[in-house]
Nanobody, 118 residues
Framework: QVQLVESGGGLVQPGGSLRLSCAAS????????MYWVRQAAGKGLEWVSG????????YYTDSVKSRFTISRDNAKNTLYLQMNSLNSEDTAVYYC???????????WGQGTQVTVSS
């Protein structure tokens, strides 16, 4: 019943842009901190960005600062990641993650593939 469904991934050229979306259902989205986590082929999980339940606090890993913007629309139960100036190092599966009350509960999406290649 709980679902986090990512969309917006695909193939993009270096320097291009994509906007990922994560549609949430089956839980109280507005009470969860939300994150984007990615996994490149053969590598571990990397925390890309996070946003507080209200949207007033955001976090970015150093490698994406100034290029990525996380946002959320609680009225639409949707999380976004605007990605600009993409490079090959951004190639990964991107997962949407919701966390509640210091990890007393957490939900993961299935992921969407982002490939940056010429």
């Amino acid at each position: 019943q709980v679902q986090l469904v990512e969309s917006g991934g695909g193939l993009v050229q270096p320097g291009g842009s994509l906007r990922l979306s994560c549609a949430a259902s089956g839980f109280t989205f507005s009470t969860y901190w939300m994150y984007w986590v990615r996994q490149a082929a053969g590598k571990g999980l990397e925390w890309v960005s996070g946003i507080s339940s209200s949207g007033r606090t955001t976090y970015y890993t150093d490698s994406v600062k100034s290029r990525f913007t996380i946002s959320r629309d609680n009225a639409k139960n949707t999380l976004y990641l605007q990605m600009n100036s993409l490079n090959s190092e951004d190639t990964a599966v991107y997962y949407c993650l919701g966390v509640y009350d210091y990890w007393t509960n957490a939900y993961w999406g299935q992921g969407t593939q982002v490939t940056v290649s010429s």
